[in-house]
């Protein structure tokens, strides 16, 4: 019973999309966990810029006054 | 109350400078990422191409390199949430509750994964799509614990109360996992009994097991992967909380 490999023994309709859902759902993942970091970071830069100019501190003192304020 | 400054100390001193755990978690995303890829790439090839196609169910059964792994991932990230849970009330260190938080969207997928991929096997070998054997439920019952927990976890507006709650749920949700482990065993299913077992001899061909095991260590790999990426993402998150707070205070 000689089938191509894309064929799967006459199971291609079953084997493919489980593979290929696999793929979907771990790249998904994978990817929209990646824009999610990049875009926190980007808004954590923007507030770290913000915050340092208003008080014109340098990075270390303005750490600990926000730790001292923070809940 | 000194213990309560303790505590309160531990967090704040974590999220103004996780640097060590950063650090840390940069060192080893390069390998894990590695040991994902190059482990998923050969565990698809060997199970696809490489090794035989079963004597009774011809190549369908190939889906078992994707199904397996995926329930077992399914299963471990739950224990590993259950486990952080329990860290963060007994030792209330925030990256226990971040970890719990961090794995939960994966374990979800994972799960999805495993009925999605459990059905597309089940429809041509069982012959239907869906079936309440006690296996099966469980594994759904596992995916409504992910959601919950999911929903649970960002139900509040201080995140603290949302890890104790979530935490909860996984506390009592872990008495599933159990279920689901011996539910072949307990019950007259139609899932079919453990392949790989610490007691038995396993009950497939030794070339098959080469791909499920790289599989297996390969989903391991990508957990940790995605993992790293969400709790930079969590302290990220957390940094952003505390600097608006601190901003509208002054």
């Known amino acids: ?71 | 109350m000194a213990t309560r400054k303790m505590k309160f100390s531990i967090g704040i001193h974590f999220f103004a400078n996780p640097a060590r755990f950063l650090r840390f978690a940069r060192g080893i995303y390069p390998w894990v990422a590695a040991i994902a890829v190059t482990c998923i790439f050969a565990g698809l090839v060997l199970g696809l191409a490489v090794v035989p196609a079963d004597y009774r169910q011809g190549d369908a059964y190939r889906i078992i390199f994707i199904h397996v792994p995926s329930s077992w991932m399914a299963l471990m990230v739950y224990v590993i949430i259950a486990v952080a849970s329990a860290a963060g009330f007994i030792w209330r260190h925030p990256l226990a509750d971040l970890i719990a938080k961090s794995s939960a969207p994966i374990g979800a997928c994972f799960t999805f994964l495993s009925l999605v991929t459990g059905s597309l096997w089940g429809a041509p070998m069982w012959g239907t799509w869906w079936v309440w054997d006690a296996r099966v439920t469980s594994m759904l019952v596992l995916f409504f614990l992910y959601l919950g927990y999911i929903a649970l976890n960002s139900a509040y507006d201080d995140p603290t109360k949302g890890a104790r709650a979530s935490a909860i749920l996984a506390l009592v949700g872990i008495v599933n996992i159990p279920i689901v482990k011996f539910s072949v065993d307990w019950w007259n299913t139609l899932h079919q009994p453990a392949t790989l077992s610490k007691f038995d001899r396993p009950s497939m061909d030794s070339s098959m097991i080469a791909p499920l095991l790289l599989m297996v260590a390969g989903f391991i790999a990508f957990y940790l992967v995605v993992l790293i990426i969400r709790l930079r993402s969590e302290i990220a998150a957390r940094r952003i909380r505390n600097l608006r707070i601190a901003q509208v205070g002054n």
């Open chain 1, 1 to 71: 019973m000689e089938m191509s490999f894309f064929e799967m023994g006459g199971y291609a309709a079953y084997v493919w999309p489980a593979f290929g859902v696999g793929a979907l759902v771990m790249i998904g993942l994978l990817v929209l966990s990646i824009r999610r970091l990049r875009l926190r970071e980007a808004a954590l830069k923007r507030l770290e810029a913000v915050g340092g100019g208003r008080r014109g501190h340098s990075g270390a003192v303005d750490e600990q006054k926000q730790e001292e304020v923070a809940p």
